[in-house]
């Protein structure tokens, strides 16, 4: 959803519409199945996003069904520095469409290791 006059956002969508069953995935962090944590920030989302990737496939869903995401950092300048790899490892396993994102940076996360946590929202045609 693009308001006239509004300039198009750069990698993100400002609104999207959609009918179908929803999934939602709770926040990812940059865990594997065994709790180990990727090193540093691009290994850790590259990780999250995997973990997104699998819960969605559970769900019966897939990345271009991702209407909403939202990515909280523990290290903005981390996550700046990193973007090129970051932006990289989004395209290959989310892919290249826009969906709404926020993204904010927090003081901390509920795991000590955790330097990303992203969630979203799916939705699937009917």
């Given at each position: 959803?693009?308001?006239?006059?509004?300039?198009?956002?750069?990698?993100?969508?400002?609104?999207?519409?959609?009918?179908?069953?929803?999934?939602?995935?709770?926040?990812?962090?940059g865990?594997?199945a065994?709790?180990?944590?990727?090193?540093?920030?691009?290994?850790?989302?590259?990780?999250?996003?995997?973990?997104?990737?699998?819960?969605?496939?559970?769900?019966?869903?897939?990345?271009?069904?991702?209407?909403?995401?939202?990515?909280?950092?523990?290290?903005?300048?981390?996550?700046?520095?990193?973007?090129?790899?970051?932006?990289?490892?989004?395209?290959?396993?989310?892919?290249?469409?826009?969906?709404?994102?926020?993204?904010?940076?927090?003081?901390?996360?509920?795991?000590?290791?955790?330097?990303?946590?992203?969630?979203?929202?799916?939705?699937?045609?009917?």
């Amino acid at each position: 959803l693009l308001p006239p006059g509004w300039p198009r956002p750069k990698g993100y969508a400002n609104g999207v519409t959609a009918t179908g069953r929803m999934v939602f995935v709770a926040g990812m962090v940059g865990w594997d199945a065994q709790g180990r944590f990727a090193q540093g920030m691009s290994g850790q989302v590259r990780q999250a996003l995997q973990n997104v990737v699998d819960v969605l496939k559970e769900g019966g869903a897939a990345p271009e069904h991702i209407l909403r995401m939202t990515w909280y950092v523990t290290d903005k300048q981390a996550y700046l520095t990193e973007s090129k790899t970051i932006g990289a490892a989004f395209r290959e396993l989310i892919g290249s469409f826009n969906a709404t994102m926020t993204a904010v940076e927090v003081s901390a996360l509920m795991e000590d290791e955790a330097l990303v946590e992203i969630e979203c929202t799916a939705v699937v045609p009917e």
